[in-house]
């Protein structure tokens, strides 16, 4: 070992935990401090920057790794005493309302479960966050006003008892209602267990239940937020974006994972709340770590600014004694698991645990007694700290700002629940416990109706009530709010798309038929300032590159850079005020992006169009929670399912290859599902779409596949425009003379997207053999499959068994999907439905060996043919 190797080696482990090496080691770094406070007194703050950065990359150098010590700051409150603000409510009384709230909260859980019908629902969750919910409710939280659009409150899904409470409290629900959580059929009407805009589209601003979505839904109302205001649509000002969301949930990728992109954005309105209670469903989040140090460095990495509220006021003096930060190392170094452990602990335990052998901290912790340091708060449950780090939030600029709070899980629900790994699936309580909540909480009910969980409202004119609807009137009204008023927009008639209604003899996709629609609906004046295409880096593949230049990628710092295609016709254009939203690789993003846009007629008054275009496989398949999701909040908008059907995306095999989205669809109840054939089919659906949603104001939202097969298009048949939209209609008869010749029953062949060429071919050869054959085009088996369910429950005629009154024959679909999906109309056929698809996993060939492998080319729709008029 060379002389200096030996210098840098590190201090062994026992002198490094020593006192005196402590002692020492603090008064050198002191010495630093003072030398680094001596620049800054000298020098600007770029120099005293230059200096770090110097020092960093001496460390690095040195092969010391500092990603911790600069992405991580000690374990204490980020605001100190000196920067705290004064606190501008009445900590009192908005105690005395909180109280109210948890205990009705609790009770709307009990009286679910005292019902014994096993409904469930979460206390402990709640209890948690019951105190930044409040100070943010009675201080920050804004609704909409004149000049103001109003801010966003998505909360965590398992809290909604006690923002149902409140709600309750303040007149917004009956006590029928809350009496019946978890019971939405009952006559008095019932509550949902979560957040469901569908459910409750007067309340819930977004669903949250399932985990991660609140993040990532969250970060794109921002970011789309700030795409309505760079475009001008934004006439008001808009308002903020907070997401309160669970430590656990942090895990979910679809949150941590998309997180950069709110830093890239400088999305200042949007504050992320996490309420770090150090336990999930299970058990602790990292009981060998500490969450918000990890969220710490991840956030921070990520350009956020970054809110530790860790410790309550209690707290402050022993800080202004600890001139050593050794209460503060020791702060550092306990894991999650042990602060778990002291919740549950005595204060005589906890202390033990807590100055260890440590003669200075065991001096400093002298100044409590064990009971104060038993009740001694964690920073969630201090209205003065959270007041001031949601101050600070709503101040951010050009950043977004996460809160990190510790809480406790279970806060105030007994010794039973507190912090116990059982905490969350606690859902009823014993007498004994009612009696004792209802007495701590100051809640002036019987025993017997603290027993009962009776709920409890104080007088209308109490100082209470008074105080609770004064603090939200200034506010602006109450939270959380869904609102839903939107002018309406005027569709554009059928004949402004008559290049498609009236055939294109050129050989071209339907993709590129609906790149050229875009196009053109983009110039039209009623709706095109509304239209927001969406595209996940698949723009060239769609041939959507040439709508770049025509409308611009939207990039709120513009365009800086001079692009290395400017030259061309096409260029990559970024713009402030572009109309097009480039997500790159991020299919969940650009359907947050979807649902943002699509619901931006309750945000933000705006009846956006989205139109997301996608690889068909990496729709449904790949983000279907979100797509069920976009469902709950009633959004509307276009899913373009691109490149799609097994064998006419050939080369690309098993992952690409998708025959299987409209079966995926289908799952969705208000999901308008489209497999158009022609131009013609496209532009009657996506006419019929914008009236629906936007003119009539239906509750729908479409799912349509374009292909990438060249074909000619014919022009659309006389008195096809019902059945293209219904589903199905005739689009060739077979020929006259053959049915009067021919003896036995005629063939009828259904085909839907770019398999209708193949269907066509086939019917040619059939006829040329003397067999009539009639072609039927089907843009939706999903669709058929919906009215057949409701003509069953209305005893009519389903709209199949209409069309084909009088028809006989057999019967044989042919599609590039599985043949679940032909599979479901079946039985509406005269002698059932014969069907040809792609079941299987994919695979690299040619389109036409894929189609033989398949048997669903022309030739092997003649066989089949040929098989059912054998039998
Ligand atoms: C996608 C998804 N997975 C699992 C669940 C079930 N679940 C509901 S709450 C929960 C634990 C939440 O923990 P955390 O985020 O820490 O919230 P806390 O209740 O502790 O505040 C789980 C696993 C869910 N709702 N969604
Ligand atoms: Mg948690």
Not at 311 to 322: K, Q
Not at 325 to 354: F, I, N, P
Not at 479 to 507: M, N, V, Y
Request: some cysteine; glycine content about 8%.
């Amino acid at each position: 070992m060379t002389e200096s190797e030996k210098n840098t080696q590190a201090l062994p482990e026992e002198l490094n935990d020593s006192y005196e090496f402590q002692n020492e080691w603090r008064m050198e770094i002191h010495e630093w401090i003072e030398s680094l406070q001596a620049v800054k007194d000298s020098y600007s703050e770029r120099e005293v920057k230059e200096l770090l950065r110097e020092l960093q990359n001496f460390a690095l150098s040195h092969g010391i790794s500092l990603s911790e010590a600069t992405l991580n700051t000690p374990y204490r409150n980020s605001i100190p005493l000196s920067e705290q603000p004064s606190y501008p409510g009445d900590i009192e009384m908005e105690s005395k309302i909180e109280n109210i709230i948890r205990w009705n909260a609790m009770a709307m859980v009990l009286q679910a479960y005292d019902l014994g019908e096993g409904l469930g629902g979460h206390i402990a969750t709640y209890a948690s966050t019951a105190t930044m919910t409040e100070v943010a409710l009675n201080h920050f939280i804004k609704s909409r006003s004149e000049d103001y659009q109003g801010d966003m409150f998505n909360i965590q899904a398992h809290s909604s008892p006690g923002v149902y409470s409140r709600a309750f409290l303040e007149g917004r629900l009956s006590i029928e209602e809350i009496g019946n959580f978890r019971r939405e059929l009952q006559k008095e009407g019932g509550l949902p267990s979560y957040p469901h805009p569908r459910r409750r589209p007067e309340l819930w601003p977004s669903p949250t239940a399932s985990m991660g979505l609140n993040g990532v839904s969250s970060i794109y109302y921002a970011r789309f937020s700030k795409y309505l205001e760079n475009r001008g649509l934004l006439t008001k000002k808009g308002g903020k974006i907070w997401a309160f969301l669970g430590d656990g949930e942090m895990d979910e990728p679809e949150t941590i994972g998309t997180i950069n992109i709110a830093s890239r954005e400088k999305l200042d309105n949007l504050i992320f709340v996490v309420n770090c209670n150090l336990q999930r469903l299970d058990g602790p989040v990292r009981g060998n770590g500490k969450i918000i140090q990890e969220l710490e460095a991840v956030f921070r990495g990520s350009g956020w600014d970054v809110i530790k509220v860790i410790w309550g006021s209690e707290w402050d003096p022993l800080f202004a004694i600890d001139d050593n930060d050794v209460m503060q190392r020791r702060m550092d170094e306990v894991l999650d698991g042990e602060y778990q452990m002291y919740s549950t602990s005595s204060g005589e335990d906890q202390r033990a645990h807590w100055v260890k052998d440590n003669p200075e901290l065991e001096s400093i912790m002298k100044n409590i007694s064990d009971d104060e340091l038993k009740e001694i708060k964690r920073g969630g449950f201090d209205h003065k700290k959270l007041y001031a780090a949601f101050d600070r939030a709503t101040k951010s600029s050009g950043k977004p700002t996460v809160i990190l709070v510790k809480t406790l899980k279970g806060y105030g629900l007994g010794e039973g629940s507190e912090g116990r790994n059982i905490a969350h699936q606690k859902k009823t309580m014993s007498d004994e416990e009612r009696i004792e909540i209802a007495k701590r909480l100051g809640i002036p009910l019987s025993k017997e109706e603290s027993i009962a969980a009776k709920f409890y409202v104080p007088d209308q004119d109490s100082d209470e009530m008074k105080y609770m609807h004064k603090m939200r009137q200034d506010l602006g009204g109450y939270q959380p709010i869904r609102h839903d008023e939107c002018k309406t927009l005027k569709a554009p008639e059928l004949d402004q798309f008559s290049d498609f209604t009236d055939g294109i003899d050129r050989s071209i996709s339907t993709t590129l038929a609906l790149v050229r629609m875009m196009s053109k609906m983009l110039r039209n004046k009623d709706i095109g300032p509304y239209l927001v295409p969406i595209v996940p880096d698949e723009a060239r593949t769609f041939g959507m590159d040439g709508l770049f230049s025509q409308s611009g990628i939207y990039s709120p710092s513009g365009q800086n850079y001079e692009p290395v295609d400017a030259g061309t016709i096409s260029p990559y254009k970024e713009a402030k005020d572009g109309q097009i939203l480039q997500e790159g690789i991020c299919e969940a993003g650009a359907l947050a992006s979807f649902m943002a846009a699509g619901t931006a007629y309750s945000h933000s008054q705006l009846p956006m169009i989205p139109i997301y275009i996608f690889y068909s496989i990496f729709g449904m398949q790949r983000i279907g929670d979100m797509v069920w999701a976009c469902g709950d909040a009633m959004t509307k908008g276009f899913l373009i399912g691109a490149t799609a059907g097994r064998t006419t995306l050939n080369g690309e095999g098993v992952q690409h290859q998708d025959g299987q989205s409209h079966v995926l669809a289908s799952v969705v109840p208000n999901m308008m599902t489209y497999d158009p054939a022609f131009a013609y089919e496209l532009a009657v659906i996506m006419q019929d779409g914008i009236k629906r949603m936007y003119q009539d104001l239906e509750d729908v939202f479409y799912y349509i596949t374009v292909y990438n097969e060249n074909y000619t298009h014919p022009a659309m048949p006389d008195n096809s425009h019902e059945g293209i939209l219904n589903g199905m209609y005739c689009f060739k008869n077979a020929s006259d003379s053959l049915l009067k010749e021919y003896k036995g029953k005629p063939m009828h062949l259904l085909g839907s997207g770019s398999l209708m060429q193949q269907v066509i071919e086939a019917q040619e050869i059939l006829e040329k053999e003397g067999i009539p054959t009639f072609i039927w085009s089907v843009t939706s088996y999903n669709l058929l499959h919906r009215d057949f369910r409701s003509s069953k429950e209305t005893k009519q005629k389903s709209y199949v068994e209409t069309i084909l009154e009088g028809h006989q024959g057999h019967f044989l679909s042919v599609s590039d999907w599985i043949t679940l999906l032909p599979d479901s109309i079946s039985r509406l056929f005269p002698g059932g439905l014969t069907t040809l698809g792609t079941d299987g996993y994919g695979l690299s060939e040619t389109r036409e060996a894929l189609r033989d492998h398949f048997g669903i080319g022309a030739h092997a729709i003649v066989k089949k043919a040929k098989e059912l008029l054998s039998q």
